[in-house]
Nanobody, 121 residues
Framework: QVQLVESGGGLVQAGGSLKLSCAAS????????MGWYRQAPGKQRELVAA???????NYVDSVKGRFSITRDNAKKTVYLQMNSLKPEDTGVYYC???????????????WGQGTLVTVSS
């Protein structure tokens, strides 16, 4: 049983900053790619940022230069630093990790519960 617990969401004014955290717990063998997704009201969920086990990163164009994804393997945690926030960044942010459990050779995708980010104009 592996779980991802997210934190850091909240209400912030446009131009402000927020940092999201997502920590994995349970019988974890290894973690491959980690990522952040978001879902705005009335829109489909989209990939915001991803980071590989080798620290390669990818971002959706709309957040490039403003967001930064990092990982701490010792803490089994992925972070999303969000700067210069805009109202269009508003939505529920979900973390996802590709995880192999102990005693398993199979990787599976595990999702966090989501954390709400609201950016006021």
């Amino acid at each position: 049983q592996v779980q991802l617990v997210e934190s850091g969401g909240g209400l912030v004014q446009a131009g402000g900053s927020l940092k999201l955290s997502c920590a994995a717990s349970g019988s974890i063998g290894s973690i491959d790619t980690m990522g952040w997704y978001r879902q705005a009201p009335g829109k489909q969920r989209e990939l915001v940022a991803a980071i590989t086990s080798g620290d390669d990163t990818n971002y959706v164009d709309s957040v490039k230069g403003r967001f930064s994804i990092t990982r701490d393997n010792a803490k089994k945690t992925v972070y999303l630093q969000m700067n210069s926030l805009k109202p269009e960044d508003t939505g529920v942010y979900y973390c996802k990790m590709r995880i192999r459990q102990i005693m398993s050779w199979q990787y599976r995708e595990v999702w966090g519960q989501g954390t709400l980010v609201t950016v006021s104009s």
